[in-house]
Structures are given as C-alpha cells and as structure tokens.
C-alpha cells in the first residue's frame, strides 16, 4: 500500500511537471494511448469474445463520464497544488457511497451518514469557500471527483458482469477513443520529453493499481486503508520540495478528517460483509 501511495503521488508529479504546457484533453489522451500498452494482452481476448449490447452501453456511459473526469483532473491538476488535489480527491469514496444510496438502493445508516458529513466538513476545511477565493482548479477537480465517483458506480455494476481486468482495460480503451477528438481540436506538437513523461505517467498508474491490489489481497483493511493518509504527505513533500509550493495546514487537517471518515465507512463495510456472508455449506445448494 506504500508503493501504491508512492506511485499515485508521481502520477500526481509526473503531470504538475507538465503543468499547462499542453492542453488538458492531449495530455490526458497521450497518457491513456501509453496505459493501453500495458493492457493490449487483457484487451484483445476480451474484444473477440464480445459483450452484449448492454455491457457495451455500460462501457460507453463509463468511458464517457471518465473521460470527462480525467480533462478535469489535467486541467486542475496544472493550476493548484498537488496537495489539494490529493486532498479534494479523497471525496471520490463518499461520492461513491452516496451514489450507492441514490441509484442502487443500498441503505446508508446513521453511522455512515455521520461519517459522510465528517467527510465532507473535512473536504471545507480544505477549500475554505469564503476565506479565500476558490480558483477555476478547485472547482474542476470538486467535478473530477464527483465525475470519478459517478464513473466507479458504473464500474460497479459492470464488475458483476464481467471480469475486473476486463473493466479496467475496457475504461483505458474507451476513455482513449473519447479524448481523441477533444485533443484533436487544440492539438500541440509534444517533445519527446513531454511524451516520455507521460508514458511514466501510465506506468506509475499501471504499477499503482497493481500494488494496491496486492496490498488488498495480503493484509485486512484495517492495515491498508490508514496508509492512504500517507498519500497526502507525501503529495505535500512533493509539491514543497520539487515545485516549491507551500505546505497548508489546513489542507493536511481537511485530508486526515476525510481519510479518517474514509477509513471508519470502509471498515464498517467489511465487518458488515463478514457478518452476513453465509457460510461455505450454505452455498453447496445453488
């Protein structure tokens, strides 16, 4: 879980080095083009096999809303800190969770409500709406992460449906064919350094969600998930020691108080899961 904060965190770098040298839709193409790479032996089995027309407007609605994130998070991500879009992107879970709630009738009880709006007081800690001005890239990455979590609600569903692996190669394939036309319109001619940048965006992705699920497989969440906050430190070391942006207080209290909201709902959910799973020899029958 370590290395997959580490790799997330130069995700994060590798793009605010970038900054606003090429649009937000180009880079975020160029990006998806170099994930594909990674990805092609998951893909083309899956392609000759095909998918109903249902899984196939699933993936489109999913690629839509993706890639509509990914443009919000580029563009926010060259404008403010690389601490408050870490931070701000801590909401991607509560989205999720409340989207749950709204679209897919699952119950949220009270505990999880209060853990919710914790959550939330912790992302106004971190925007301070009314302290100081909020700037067009703390509104796009407030839409990135409510764009991202419509996006993880889709995936949901298609997880029920078919493979993980699949899903994921599926989102990199169609978030590519939606970007094409966005960075088609105001395209500028990369360097081969702006190019080999974003191809270790794509690897440090790749490898990030790699660790990650290795973490989930070998240790309970209650290991791997309070290792998240880490994120943030390391996203404000990076940002401090690298582009010289200054360490905010108040965007490491906001983060904690949302990691740690995070952290009691996602535990909550596991206990539940474990409560209510039927035993092995109650399943013989179906």
């Given at each position: 879980m370590?290395?997959a ?6 995700v ?5 080095w ?23 032996p ?8 095909g998918f ?10 999913r ?5 509509l ?9 060259a ?40 959550a ?11 302290l ?31 493979p ?18 966005f ?16 191809a270790?965006?794509a ?11 290795r973490?989930?497989a070998?240790?309970?969440l209650t ?20 582009f010289?942006?200054p360490?905010?207080?108040w965007?490491?209290?906001g983060?904690?108080?949302m ?15 474990r ?12």
């Amino acid at each position: 879980m370590l290395a997959a904060g580490l790799s997330f965190v130069a995700v994060n770098g590798t793009v605010r080095w970038l900054g606003q040298a090429l649009p937000a839709a180009e880079g975020a193409f160029i990006r998806f083009a170099f994930g594909l790479v990674f990805l092609i032996p998951l893909l083309l089995p899956a392609l000759r096999r095909g998918f109903t027309p249902r899984i196939w407007s699933m993936f489109a609605l999913r690629g839509g809303l993706h890639t509509l994130a990914v443009i919000l998070w580029f563009y926010a991500m060259a404008r403010i800190t690389v601490a408050e879009v870490t931070a701000i992107g801590f909401l991607n879970p509560i989205v999720v969770t409340i989207g749950a709630a709204l679209l897919m009738g699952e119950r949220i009880s009270w505990r999880r409500a209060l853990a919710i709006a914790v959550a939330l007081c912790g992302a106004l800690i971190v925007l301070r709406p009314g302290l100081r001005v909020l700037e067009p890239g703390h509104i796009a990455q407030l839409g990135a992460s409510v764009t991202f979590g419509a996006s993880y609600l889709v995936a949901k569903r298609l997880s029920e449906q078919v493979p993980a692996a699949v899903v994921v190669a599926m989102m990199s394939l169609t978030v590519c064919i939606g970007l094409a036309p966005f960075a088609a319109m105001n395209w500028v001619q990369p360097t081969l350094l702006q190019c080999a940048v974003l191809a270790c965006t794509a690897f440090f992705a790749t490898a990030g969600h790699y660790a990650m699920t290795r973490a989930f497989a070998a240790a309970p969440l209650t290991v791997t998930q309070p290792v998240v906050f880490l994120q943030l430190i390391w996203a404000s070391l990076l940002g401090a020691l690298v582009f010289a942006e200054p360490v905010d207080l108040w965007v490491l209290i906001g983060g904690a108080v949302m990691i740690g909201a995070i952290c009691y709902i996602t535990l909550r959910e596991a206990r539940m899961r474990r409560v209510v799973t039927p035993p092995p020899d109650a399943l013989k029958e179906v």
